[in-house]
């Protein structure tokens, strides 16, 4: 019967267009687990039309639960019983469906548990006469969850000492031992997960005249509060711009971990007249470095997304952004708090605002104070122009106890947070 084949076609094209809506990332998965690449990069179109397929299956669906359950006409010639359905007509068969839909539908939410180690590897140290480093121009990643998979494939290559994949510029910057791995096996890895490596530059490690260059370098306590994997460029920014303009510095810079500072002398170390100043003016505590320790960083200084000169810092701060959106986010939708849709334009707003706000330079008490307030206002400003005054209070809530659980660092406050949110009790 006509009636009974589209109460299962519309189902079934609303489960097709839900998997098509994430098919640009599910497929890369599938690239890895099964070790097979395929043309995953030209799928990357997909990501455009992500949120109209998403808007087509929930129509679909939506459709076909009506269909369900309506009330059915029972005939008046007859008074017999109305017909009985197949389980393919029937509301587990629906169920079932919708329950798939809705699991390929937030497919890119939870793609991060399928990779491994998607972060940087801090081994480049131990390696000093056969370093180098390659930057991969890859086609095919059209949002953050592509890095994923290729993150994931270069930290099984053996001799990838760092990676730093970013989908914004469509590129990979990858340090490796030249003794242990070679670039074609590098490219050879990337395309393995399904994405097209059109073509590579070779860099140009450390910085011109480091080797008989005076160097020194500060361990700091500069870790990112929102992403205790990277640095806070914010903090860092003003302290790194106070130190270049000095006429006695060539160069300084922070390591991507937010550890570490390291300054270039023009002749000769002027720690006490020069860095001290900066660092105790911007509340930067920091232990000097021994010329041993020294040694075996200052080859790296120069290495891009190992270590940031002055504003390069920027980076990091756009890095925070994008955490600090998706963690907004996160605990809501694990607590089903808010819809996928929602999630997607509070995440994107969000970022927004904090890429262009994280990247001005402000000194450690306008920090905290905007941090506390001027941050925390336009969190919940965005939060309520989507899903209302309640569940946006309900969503920060979940936001600052998982800020809580991570902070590191009491001098200074998470974005949306109060400055004793790090004091553990």
């Not at 075996?296 to 600090?324: K, P």
């Not at 089903?336 to 001005?360: C, H, N, Q, S």
């Amino acid at each position: 019967m006509n009636t009974e084949k589209s109460s299962v076609r519309w189902p079934l094209v609303g489960l097709l267009t839900a998997g098509a809506a994430s098919l640009c990332c599910i497929a890369p998965v599938l690239a890895l687990l099964s070790g097979v690449s395929g043309a995953v990069s030209s799928l990357s179109w997909l990501e455009a039309w992500r949120p109209y397929l998403i808007g087509v299956s929930v129509v679909l669906l939506g459709w076909a639960w009506y269909q369900q359950l309506k009330p059915r006409k029972v005939s008046a010639d007859c008074g017999c019983e109305p017909e009985k359905r197949s389980f393919w007509q029937g509301r587990r068969f629906l169920l079932m469906v919708t329950v798939l839909a809705g699991v390929l539908m937030t497919f890119p939410v939870y793609a991060h548990i399928f990779y491994r180690n998607g972060g940087n590897k801090n081994n480049v140290a131990l390696v000093e006469d056969h370093r180098a480093e390659v930057a991969l121009h890859i086609r095919g990643m059209g949002c953050a969850d592509c890095e994923g998979p290729i993150n994931s494939r270069l930290a099984r290559v053996q001799g990838v000492l760092a990676y730093n994949t970013s989908f914004l510029t469509g590129s990979s910057k990858v340090v490796f031992d030249n003794s242990q791995t070679t670039v074609a096996k590098i490219v050879s890895a990337v395309e393995e997960t399904g994405y097209k490596v059109t073509d590579y530059t070779m860099g140009s490690p450390g910085v011109a005249g480091s080797d008989t260059a005076t160097v020194s370098i500060y361990k700091v306590e500069l870790v990112c509060n929102a992403d205790p994997a990277i640095g806070c460029g914010s903090r860092a920014k003003p302290v790194l711009l106070a130190l270049e303009k000095n006429p006695a510095v060539t160069g300084a810079w922070l390591n991507r971990q937010g550890t570490m500072i390291a300054v270039a002398w023009r002749d000769r170390d002027e720690t006490g007249n020069v860095a001290e100043p900066v660092l105790r003016e911007n509340s930067v505590s920091f232990v000097r470095l021994s010329d041993g320790e020294v040694t075996r960083y200052r080859g790296e200084l120069g290495w891009g997304d190992l270590w940031y000169r002055g504003a390069e810092v920027d980076a990091l701060s756009n890095e925070e952004a994008v955490t600090i959106a998706s963690s907004v986010v996160r605990y809501a939708l694990d607590s089903k708090l808010i819809t996928p849709e929602e999630a997607a334009k509070i995440r994107t707003d969000m970022e927004v605002y904090f890429r262009g706000e994280l990247v001005k330079i402000r000194t450690v008490t306008q920090l905290n104070e905007d941090s506390q307030g001027k941050f925390k206002q336009a969190m919940y400003s965005i939060g309520e122009k989507y899903i209302g005054k309640q569940r946006t209070m309900e969503v920060m809530r979940l936001y600052q106890e998982h800020c809580r659980k991570q902070c590191t660092n009491s001098t200074y406050a998470v974005p949306g947070m109060t400055m004793d949110c790090c004091k553990k009790s």
